[in-house]
């Protein structure tokens, strides 16, 4: 089975500033998505990015970017110009590209912005 | 497009009552998915349909549970009789298998319905 582990309860940066999540995951299989989902106070689950697995080239949307190390099995996030409506829980999670939609979530990092 | 519409978005309940969420997802969209978020153990899959048939319901809790999809627009959660450790935030989401441009049957989650069982 596959687990997505996030190793960072909380992490807090300073506005405008550069913040790095990080993500683990295990997993067989060698076709397969990965994902970021922010969610804010009002619980909504956002999605921030996605990364297909057979793509080497990172995903970029606007001030959201990934590291993806395929091989090392690592799906880091990072927030340029860090803004106060950034301030969330935000989730890894993976689906499997065949069989199983399903998807396994980590058990995220809330992320605080200070002013 | 409205998006995935949950209701209620709050439910308080006493034990042993039958508590019953209701989802409708996105129009179009084939797939639809039911999550439970609680601080123990996180997000996790329930059940999930493909073109109203279930296909994996392992993650559901106990005979207690049950879920069903009588047409494409609707869905409900029910469970009977509830207890405590019902308690959470139970989400539904909704994707489409048919690629679409850019699309990689991303889940769409809906608001969320917040269970207390006391």
């Known amino acids: 089975a596959q687990t997505v582990t996030q190793s960072q309860p909380e992490m807090s940066v300073q506005e405008a500033e550069t913040v790095t999540l990080s993500c683990t995951y295990d997993t067989s299989e060698s076709d397969y998505y990965l994902f970021w989902y922010k969610q804010p106070p009002s619980r909504q689950m956002i999605l921030v990015i996605r990364q297909e697995a057979y793509k080497q080239q990172n995903a970029t949307e606007n001030r959201f970017s990934v590291n993806f190390q395929k091989a090392a099995k690592s799906f880091s996030l990072k927030i340029s110009d860090s803004q106060l409506g950034d301030a969330a829980m935000y989730f890894c999670a993976y689906r499997s590209a065949r069989g199983a939609q399903k998807l396994v979530f980590g058990q995220g990092t809330r992320l605080t912005i200070n002013p | 497009d409205a998006g995935v519409i949950q209701s209620p978005r709050h439910e308080v309940t006493e034990m042993g009552q039958e508590v019953t969420l209701r989802c409708k997802p996105i129009?179009?969209?084939?797939?639809l998915f039911w999550y439970r978020q609680t601080m123990m153990r996180g997000l996790e899959l329930l059940i999930y349909?493909?073109?109203?048939?279930?296909?994996?319901d392992s993650g559901m809790p106990e005979d207690r549970f049950s879920a069903k999809m009588p047409n494409a627009s609707f869905s409900t959660l029910k469970i009977q009789p509830s207890e405590p450790r019902d308690s959470a935030v139970y989400f539904c989401a909704s994707s489409s298998r048919r690629l679409t441009s850019g699309s990689i049957y991303e889940q769409y989650f809906g608001p969320g319905t917040r269970l207390t069982v006391t």
């Open positions: 349909f493909n073109n109203n048939v279930p296909i994996d």
């Open positions: 129009s179009g969209h084939n797939s």
